[in-house]
């Protein structure tokens, strides 16, 4: 539970350092709205005058604040209309404007060393092991970014790979691309590199050695910076609400939570 | 301009092998597939950005021809269409769907919509879209003197189902929310039916704001709660048990067919 909170709080300071930020399904949802939260004093419903990022959803909306409720994804309008202050076409967001975004932060389920992602399929394409749900506008987006940040929440070091078997979303070869999870944050592309590593994360180094043997540059890692209280306390009141809201990671996350203080 | 009740549109511009698209991008005409699949619709393209729980439904019911979309899955969980996902995996879908990215999906609505043959969209170079073909025929590159651009087909459903929030007598309509692909789609459709929450006056949409004028749309539906479980802004939130009891009835076939009697079959429109 630990290891899951502190990822959001770092995927959270993302949003936090400013700007437009495109924001995908699942994780990111959840980190954007630690971030506004944490903006807010607690209690006080979101200013949109003091946030200091927007939200893009490809369905065509500009988010200021934290919502309502938790989206239980980014099509959920009524949970964030409050602070639907940009509405536009998907065409807008994800065509015209993808260039501009500060960022853009996304889940990963699979991704690879080049920073490419499977959403799609494992196996053959016309008869797949297992058919992923595709790329929704993932494509459009990650292809004219100049800043990538994918997320993935999960324990398996497994799902970053030398090379994912179906690409769905490839960044341009100039973008800045890195990946945060629990174990740390990797840079991607030509030359990936462990940039931060989360030293007391359950599996770090058995994540280190993954990469190592991937070929990544592992020597040059530095400690994450440090989570603080109020972002853990935070952090967990935006995953209880999730779990109201249907996010199987955060009905997960809080079920190891009363069995690890079970024990 | 007809103002028709829910069975009576889906009656008349919805028949057997038709192109339909269903809208919207995040507020999906749950009410309009379920007519289509108590009717028993057969050999029907589904246009649908957001594939979501909607088109599972109709995978399930065995009404779906084609399908182009830009994804499909449960956004709630998220959890996996099951429909779908048991189609492709089973080799039966090959052939079948047209997956597109949906700023592709746009274009090709865009290019629909003007009447042109095709639009050029952004590459996507390295992705299966370009490698593996993944919209099945429907992008490719042209050259031309001002130079070389992918292009994507153009896309025309026969009917376009679009939800709004207000509509009057004359058509024009009002959507809360992000607009998705919807209003392009309503351009391109050779009809539109719009599914509005309420018919009201003209002053009512005129006070609101026009997102579709009446100038494009062919018959208007009042019916409240038209895209449940999703949410409709300003009226009802997304009926986030109702997703996850779809999810878990639906792993199954058997627990799909009985979903499909209780949810679906076993009720009827209000005339």
Same mark, same amino acid.
């Given at each position: 539970? $630990?290891?899951?909170?502190?990822?959001?709080?770092?995927?959270?300071?993302?949003?936090? =350092?400013?700007?437009?930020?495109?924001?995908?399904?699942?994780w990111?949802? +959840?980190?954007?709205?630690?971030?506004?939260?944490?903006?807010?004093?607690?209690?006080?419903?979101?200013?949109?005058?003091?946030?200091?990022?927007?939200?893009?959803?490809?369905?065509?909306?500009?988010?200021?604040g934290?919502?309502? +409720?938790?989206?239980?994804?980014?099509?959920?309008?009524?949970?964030?209309?409050?602070?639907?202050?940009?509405?536009?076409?998907?065409?807008?967001?994800?065509?015209?404007?993808?260039?501009r975004?500060?960022?853009?932060?996304l889940?990963a389920?699979?991704?690879?060393?080049?920073?490419?992602?499977n959403?799609?399929?494992?196996?053959?394409?016309?008869?797949?092991?297992? =058919? +992923?749900?595709?790329?929704?506008?993932s494509?459009?987006?990650?292809?004219?970014?100049?800043?990538?940040?994918?997320?993935?929440?999960?324990?398996?070091?497994?799902?970053?790979?030398?090379?994912?078997?179906?690409?769905?979303?490839?960044?341009?070869?100039?973008?800045?691309?890195?990946?945060?999870?629990?174990?740390?944050?990797?840079?991607?592309?030509a030359?990936?590199?462990?940039?931060?590593?989360?030293?007391?994360?359950?599996?770090?180094?058995?994540?280190? $050695?993954?990469?190592?043997?991937?070929?990544?540059?592992?020597?040059?890692?530095?400690?994450?910076?440090?989570?603080?209280?109020?972002?853990?306390?935070a952090?967990?009141?935006?995953?209880?609400?999730?779990?109201?809201r249907?996010?199987?990671?955060?009905?997960?996350?809080?079920?190891?939570?009363?069995?690890?203080a079970?024990? | 301009?007809?103002?028709?009740s829910?069975?009576?549109?889906v009656a008349?511009?919805?028949?057997d092998?038709?192109?339909?698209?269903?809208?919207?991008?995040?507020?999906?005409?749950?009410?309009v597939?379920?007519?289509?699949?108590?009717? =028993?619709?057969?050999?029907?393209?589904?246009?649908?950005?957001s594939?979501?729980?909607?088109?599972?439904?109709?995978?399930?019911?065995? *009404?779906?021809r084609?399908?182009?979309?830009?994804?499909?899955?449960?956004?709630?969980g998220?959890?996996?269409?099951?429909?779908f996902?048991? *189609?492709?995996?089973?080799?039966?879908?090959a052939?079948?769907?047209?997956e +597109?990215?949906? !700023?592709w999906? $746009?274009a090709?609505?865009?290019?629909?919509?003007?009447?042109?043959?095709?639009?050029?969209?952004?590459?996507l170079?390295?992705? !299966?879209?370009?490698?593996?073909?993944?919209?099945?025929?429907? &992008?490719?590159?042209?050259?031309?003197?001002?130079?070389?651009?992918?292009?994507?087909?153009?896309?025309?459903?026969?009917?376009?189902?679009?939800?709004?929030?207000?509509?009057?007598?004359?058509?024009n309509?009002?959507?809360? !929310?992000?607009?998705?692909?919807?209003?392009?789609?309503?351009?391109?459709?050779?009809? $539109?039916?719009?599914?509005?929450?309420?018919?009201?006056?003209?002053?009512?949409?005129?006070? &609101?704001?026009?997102?579709?004028?009446?100038?494009?749309?062919?018959a208007?539906?009042?019916?409240?709660? &038209?895209?449940?479980?999703?949410?409709?802004? !300003?009226?009802?939130?997304?009926?986030?048990?109702?997703?996850?009891?779809?999810?878990?009835?639906?792993?199954?076939?058997?627990g799909?067919?009985?979903?499909?009697?209780?949810?679906?079959?076993? =009720?009827?429109?209000?005339?």
């Amino acid at each position: 539970m $630990t290891d899951t909170l502190k990822f959001l709080v770092r995927a959270a300071r993302e949003f936090r =350092r400013g700007g437009w930020v495109f924001t995908g399904f699942h994780w990111p949802v +959840l980190a954007g709205q630690l971030a506004a939260r944490l903006r807010t004093a607690p209690g006080e419903p979101g200013d949109p005058t003091e946030t200091e990022f927007v939200q893009c959803f490809e369905a065509g909306a500009g988010v200021w604040g934290a919502a309502r +409720l938790v989206p239980s994804s980014t099509t959920d309008y009524p949970s964030y209309a409050d602070g639907l202050h940009y509405v536009a076409e998907s065409g807008d967001v994800l065509l015209a404007l993808a260039r501009r975004f500060d960022r853009v932060v996304l889940d990963a389920a699979n991704v690879d060393l080049r920073g490419r992602v499977n959403s799609s399929f494992i196996g053959r394409r016309e008869q797949p092991t297992v =058919r +992923l749900p595709g790329g929704g506008g993932s494509a459009d987006i990650v292809a004219r970014a100049t800043e990538v940040v994918w997320l993935h929440g999960g324990d398996d070091p497994r799902r970053l790979q030398a090379r994912v078997e179906h690409v769905t979303a490839a960044p341009p070869a100039d973008a800045l691309v890195r990946l945060h999870c629990r174990w740390g944050v990797v840079r991607l592309g030509a030359r990936p590199t462990l940039d931060q590593i989360v030293p007391d994360a359950d599996g770090a180094e058995g994540f280190a $050695t993954h990469l190592a043997a991937l070929g990544v540059d592992v020597t040059r890692a530095v400690p994450c910076p440090d989570v603080r209280p109020d972002e853990l306390a935070a952090a967990r009141a935006v995953l209880v609400d999730a779990a109201e809201r249907g996010y199987d990671v955060a009905v997960r996350a809080l079920r190891e939570e009363r069995e690890e203080a079970a024990q | 301009m007809s103002s028709l009740s829910l069975p009576e549109a889906v009656a008349a511009f919805a028949p057997d092998g038709a192109r339909v698209y269903l809208g919207n991008f995040g507020a999906q005409l749950f009410c309009v597939g379920h007519e289509l699949i108590r009717q =028993r619709r057969r050999e029907l393209d589904v246009v649908v950005a957001s594939g979501g729980l909607l088109l599972d439904q109709l995978f399930g019911a065995g *009404l779906v021809r084609s399908a182009t979309f830009g994804h499909c899955w449960s956004p709630v969980g998220p959890a996996p269409a099951w429909n779908f996902r048991r *189609l492709a995996e089973s080799g039966a879908a090959a052939g079948r769907i047209h997956e +597109l990215p949906l !700023g592709w999906f $746009t274009a090709a609505l865009a290019a629909g919509a003007q009447q042109l043959p095709f639009m050029a969209v952004p590459d996507l170079p390295g992705t !299966g879209y370009v490698t593996e073909d993944w919209p099945g025929g429907r &992008a490719l590159v042209v050259e031309t003197p001002f130079g070389s651009a992918r292009v994507i087909s153009a896309e025309v459903p026969d009917v376009a189902f679009v939800h709004a929030d207000l509509a009057d007598a004359a058509g024009n309509a009002t959507i809360r !929310g992000p607009l998705g692909e919807t209003v392009l789609a309503a351009q391109a459709a050779r009809a $539109t039916v719009v599914v509005a929450e309420a018919l009201v006056s003209t002053a009512e949409v005129l006070a &609101a704001g026009v997102t579709l004028p009446g100038l494009i749309v062919d018959a208007v539906v009042e019916r409240p709660g &038209a895209v449940r479980p999703d949410g409709a802004v !300003g009226r009802y939130d997304r009926d986030v048990a109702a997703y996850r009891r779809y999810s878990s009835a639906s792993r199954t076939v058997d627990g799909f067919r009985q979903w499909l009697r209780t949810e679906v079959l076993d =009720r009827q429109e209000t005339p």
